[in-house]
C-alpha cells in the first residue's frame, strides 16, 4: 500500500487577529481576513481554524456568520499556551525593499523577538514601510506557528542602538572576530549586521568599543547583508536559542 503523503499536512487555517482572544468571544474579522477565509480557502459556516492574539497562545474557533463581505469567529477552546521566544533581536541595516521584506519574514520564522532598522552611513535603503513589514512579519508567523508577533521598531541611528542596547551585541564584522558559533551564548542579546556597503571604519571603531560589543565572524566568504542577518540568527537560534 502506498504511504500516506506527509506533504502537504491536514492543517487547519492560521489566522493572527487583533481581539482578546478567551472561551466562547466572538470575533469579527475584517474584509481581508473574511475575503481569504470565503472566496479563497473557500470556508463557510462550521469551518475551524486556529486563532492567536499575540499574547494568549493559540485557540481552536469556529466560523459561526458567513456573509458575503464579513465573517464572524466563536472561539472554542485553547490549543496552546504562548511559547517563550528567545530574548534575540536583529538591529539590521535596511536593503532593497525585496531584500528587507524577505529579510522580515525569514526572521520571523526563525524566531526573533524584536526587529530593529538602523541607519549606518552607507544605508542606501528607500524609506522603511514600517506597516508593511508588520504585515509581513503577522503572515510569517501565521504560517510558521508562532503564538507570537515579533517587535518591528521605528529606525533609529547607529548611536541610539549603542546606547540602548543594555545586552550582548554581537556585532557582525566582515573584517574578522570570533567564530559566531562559539561567541553566541544564551542570554539576552542583538546581533547587528551593516549594509550592502558594509560599516565605514569610523562606525566598526565605535562599535567595537562599546564595552558589550562582541565582533563575530560569519566565515571567510562576504555574505550580502540579508544573508548574513540571517544566517547569524540561525547559528544564534541553534546555539544559544531554543533549537538546542
Ligand atoms: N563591506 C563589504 C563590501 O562592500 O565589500 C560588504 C558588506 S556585507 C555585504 C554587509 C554586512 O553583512 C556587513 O556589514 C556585515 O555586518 C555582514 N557580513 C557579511 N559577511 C560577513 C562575514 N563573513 N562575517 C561577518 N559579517 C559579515
Given at each position: 500500500?502506498p504511504a500516506t503523503p506527509a506533504w502537504p499536512p491536514k492543517s487547519l487555517p492560521r489566522l493572527?487577529?487583533?481581539?482578546?482572544?478567551?472561551?466562547?468571544?466572538?470575533?469579527?474579522?475584517?474584509?481581508?481576513?473574511?475575503?481569504y477565509l470565503?472566496?479563497v480557502m473557500r470556508l463557510?459556516?462550521?469551518a475551524e481554524l486556529l486563532?492567536?492574539?499575540?499574547?494568549?497562545?493559540e485557540?481552536?474557533?469556529?466560523?459561526?456568520?458567513?456573509?458575503?463581505?464579513?465573517?464572524?469567529?466563536?472561539?472554542?477552546?485553547?490549543?496552546?499556551?504562548?511559547?517563550?521566544?528567545?530574548?534575540?533581536?536583529?538591529?539590521?541595516?535596511?536593503?532593497?525593499?525585496?531584500?528587507?521584506?524577505?529579510?522580515?519574514?525569514?526572521?520571523?520564522e526563525?524566531?526573533?523577538?524584536?526587529?530593529?532598522?538602523?541607519?549606518?552611513?552607507?544605508?542606501?535603503?528607500?524609506?522603511?514601510?514600517?506597516?508593511?513589514?508588520?504585515?509581513?512579519?503577522?503572515e510569517a508567523a501565521e504560517q510558521c506557528g508562532r503564538?507570537?508577533?515579533?517587535?518591528?521598531?521605528?529606525?533609529?541611528?547607529?548611536?541610539?542602538?549603542?546606547?540602548?542596547?543594555?545586552?550582548?551585541?554581537?556585532?557582525?564584522?566582515?573584517?574578522?572576530?570570533?567564530?559566531?558559533?562559539?561567541?553566541?551564548?544564551?542570554?539576552?542579546?542583538?546581533?547587528?549586521?551593516?549594509?550592502?556597503?558594509?560599516?565605514?571604519?569610523?562606525?566598526?571603531?565605535?562599535?567595537?568599543?562599546?564595552?558589550?560589543?562582541?565582533?563575530?565572524?560569519?566565515?571567510?566568504?562576504?555574505?550580502?547583508?540579508?544573508?548574513?542577518?540571517?544566517?547569524?540568527?540561525?547559528?544564534?537560534?541553534?546555539?544559544?536559542?531554543?533549537?538546542?
Amino acid at each position: 500500500m502506498p504511504a500516506t503523503p506527509a506533504w502537504p499536512p491536514k492543517s487547519l487555517p492560521r489566522l493572527f487577529v487583533r481581539a482578546q482572544l478567551r472561551d466562547g468571544v466572538r470575533v469579527d474579522l475584517d474584509a481581508d481576513q473574511a475575503n481569504y477565509l470565503g472566496n479563497v480557502m473557500r470556508l463557510g459556516e462550521g469551518a475551524e481554524l486556529l486563532v492567536f492574539d499575540g499574547t494568549s497562545g493559540e485557540w481552536l474557533a469556529r466560523i459561526s456568520e458567513a456573509g458575503k463581505k464579513r465573517m464572524a469567529l466563536t472561539v472554542e477552546q485553547r490549543t496552546r499556551e504562548p511559547e517563550a521566544i528567545p530574548d534575540v533581536w536583529l538591529a539590521f541595516a535596511p536593503v532593497k525593499r525585496t531584500q528587507t521584506d524577505w529579510l522580515v519574514e525569514k526572521a520571523t520564522e526563525l524566531g526573533i523577538a524584536k526587529l530593529i532598522p538602523v541607519i549606518t552611513q552607507r544605508t542606501i535603503a528607500e524609506r522603511v514601510k514600517l506597516e508593511r513589514l508588520r504585515s509581513i512579519a503577522t503572515e510569517a508567523a501565521e504560517q510558521c506557528g508562532r503564538t507570537r508577533l515579533p517587535t518591528i521598531d521605528e529606525p533609529i541611528s547607529l548611536a541610539q542602538l549603542l546606547k540602548q542596547a543594555d545586552r550582548a551585541i554581537y556585532f557582525a564584522d566582515e573584517g574578522g572576530g570570533e567564530p559566531a558559533a562559539s561567541a553566541f551564548k544564551p542570554g539576552p542579546a542583538v546581533i547587528l549586521t551593516g549594509p550592502e556597503g558594509g560599516f565605514t571604519d569610523d562606525e566598526r571603531a565605535v562599535i567595537r568599543a562599546a564595552p558589550n560589543a562582541i565582533p563575530v565572524s560569519l566565515g571567510p566568504r562576504i555574505l550580502r547583508a540579508e544573508t548574513a542577518a540571517l544566517a547569524a540568527l540561525a547559528v544564534y537560534m541553534a546555539v544559544a536559542g531554543d533549537w538546542c
